[in-house]
């Protein structure tokens, strides 16, 4: 099983920037297609961006809008998400989770569909 730990999180202004990263141990994180989900208090989880296994497939949910960017450097186990222009509406704990059943050509935005989950990171953005 795969262990996660995100960092990177934070209380910033409306306008900052911050990146995520997720550092995965075991010999599947390399093999799996991994996102980033959050959820804000009384809400439901929100698909945010996901990678495929080789780094060469990127997926964003609506909520990235065009300001958020994942990455991943598989030598060193570690998924970023680069977030810009962040809004008060951003404020939600962020966790990344690996999915080892993905496909190459897939990305699943469903959380269902992930196994593995990190403990996640606080990010809070104030206007």
């Known amino acids: 099983q795969v262990q996660l730990v995100e960092s990177g999180g934070g209380v910033v202004q409306a306008g900052a920037s911050l990146r995520l990263t997720c550092v995965g141990s075991?010999?599947?994180?390399?093999?799996?297609?991994v996102a980033w989900f959050r959820q804000a208090p009384g809400t439901e989880r929100e698909f945010v961006a996901g990678?495929?296994?080789?780094?060469?497939?990127?997926t964003y949910g609506s909520i990235a809008k065009g300001r958020f960017s994942i990455a991943r450097d598989n030598a060193e186990s570690t998924v970023y998400l680069q977030m810009d222009n962040l809004e008060p509406e951003d404020t939600a704990l962020y966790s990344c989770?690996?999915?080892?059943?993905?496909?190459?050509?897939?990305?699943?935005?469903?959380?269902?569909?992930?196994?593995?989950w990190g403990q996640g990171t606080q990010v809070t953005v104030s206007s």
């Open positions: 990678i495929n296994r080789n780094g060469g497939l990127a």
């Open positions: 075991g010999r599947t994180f390399s093999a799996s297609a």
């Open positions: 989770a690996t999915d080892p059943n993905a496909i190459l050509s897939n990305v699943n935005s469903d959380p269902g569909a992930y196994e593995s």
